[in-house]
């Protein structure tokens, strides 16, 4: 995918995120309340919202690493982590949500996905760049 579509990419589903949290936030429409419902629905939907999340970022980002001593983690996964932990946590201050550490569990696990996602993806760029150059 070209680095435009790809940031274009990052920029609609991010608004489209953004649009997801502050709806749960107001109470959920009945889309919310019918993912809550399905067993693990909910946690399946953190884990797919923030891994594809965490992937699109990554690879804007082109798999760039996150400063020293966290060097080994890619700096999207890193960004999308924290922001989902604080996300998490604020939940604490809307009566229509609920903080759940399974939730927060459920978040990190996405950013690890899409990171896991990212690396593969990027390593099947960077070895047909290699076998085009032979």
């Not at 966290?70 to 949500?97: H, K, N, W």
Request: proline share 4%.
């Amino acid at each position: 995918m070209k680095p435009t579509a790809l940031r274009l990419a990052l920029v609609c589903y991010g608004a489209l995120f953004l649009g997801i949290i502050l709806n749960a936030d107001r109470g959920g429409g009945q889309f919310y309340h019918f993912i809550t419902e399905l067993p693990l629905g909910d946690k399946a939907g953190h884990l797919g919202l923030v891994g594809t999340l965490s992937l699109l970022l990554n690879l804007s980002l082109n798999g760039r690493r996150a400063p020293r001593p966290l060097a080994g983690i890619m700096l999207g996964t890193l960004l999308v982590a924290g922001g989902m932990s604080l996300e998490e946590c604020s939940q604490a201050f809307f009566p229509s949500r609920t903080l759940d550490w399974a939730d927060g569990l459920a978040n990190l696990a996405g950013a690890t996905a899409g990171e896991l996602g990212a690396r593969y993806f990027l390593r099947r760029k960077r070895d047909g760049q290699a076998a085009a150059g032979c």
